[in-house]
């Protein structure tokens, strides 16, 4: 179990550092609107980003 813990988390790690490896100024961009998000809408935006990793997690296990 904690080997599938530390792979899940090395591969969130591999995949959060892709964009920032590619496209730095992007980042830089979606990070300043972002921050004119107001909460509710980044709230939403990580509880659809939750159900999604579950409803994937769901199918590969």
Do not use: C, H, K
């Not at 300043?32 to 909460?39: L, T």
Request: charged share 15%; hydrophobic share 55%; proline share 3%.
């Amino acid at each position: 179990m904690w080997n599938d813990l530390w792979a899940a988390l090395a591969l969130m790690l591999i995949i959060e550092g892709i964009v920032p490896f590619l496209s730095p100024d992007g980042m830089r961009r979606m990070l300043a609107s972002v921050a004119q998000m107001d909460d509710r809408s980044i709230r939403t935006a990580g509880f659809i980003s939750m159900l999604g990793g579950v409803g994937l997690l769901y199918l590969v296990r």
